[in-house]
């Protein structure tokens, strides 16, 4: 769930992707920082396409133009189509490729871009395991676009699910992690919306204990804390 262009900052709204290097937003676990593979040239090394991808979009992210995001995503998904499956690293990738949808969908406004990042992070949610540190950021953002979906098409269904993924990156999350508040007031917000929905009391009460813990657990000088 990375901020788009003409998007308000809000709670959960990450804006880095994952891999080596300078990093916003949830922990995301490092990439390899392999800049070239042993033997293999840049263009055909994994590791090598998702770094320019990550540099890409950090200065579309410092600058606010995404022209770059095209490229992005074509290093991205040759990244991904060059991983094995078995590779941990290809989970990354995916997480990075669904961010650089998202991107384009805020820029273009195309709504396959929306559902190509909701795949994307689909994908890579499957592909880490329990347990993994990832995997909570993985629902997160799984959650995120989703919930987005339902912002964009009034999908109640797509709500439902992105609660359901935003309620494990809120239990899953480490207790000291300092992005901790911004899953529970994300998970909160949601829940708190699927309440008013579908008339369900409990869903709101959820919602609303979730957002005073983000509140409670939230350092003092957490710029985001007036939005929690």
Known sequence: ????????????????????????????PRGTGRPDGPG???????????????????RAEDTGAYAPADEAERLLSRAVSLATPRDPARAEYLSNLG?????LFHRDRDVAMLGNAIAA???????????????????????????????HAADRAALDEAVSHLRAAARTVPAGSRHRPMYLATAGTALCEASELNGN???FAEGVALLREAVA????????????
């Not at 961010?99 to 991107?103: E, G, T």
């Open 1 to 28: 769930m990375l901020e788009g262009p003409g998007r308000p900052e809000g709670p959960g709204k990450p804006r880095r992707l994952e891999g080596p290097g300078r990093l916003d937003g949830p922990e995301r």
């Open 40 to 58: 293999r040239p840049p263009s055909d090394d994994p590791a090598a396409l998702n770094a320019r991808a990550i540099a890409l979009m950090r």
């Open 99 to 103: 961010r650089v949808y998202r991107d």
């Open 121 to 151: 992070h689909r994908e890579a949610l499957t592909a880490t395991r329990d347990g993994d540190p990832a995997r909570p950021l993985r629902h997160f953002n799984l959650g995120n676009v989703l919930a987005e979906k339902h912002e």
């Open 201 to 203: 009391d409990a869903l």
């Open 217 to 228: 657990s939230a350092a003092p000088d957490d710029p985001r804390w007036p939005g929690y």
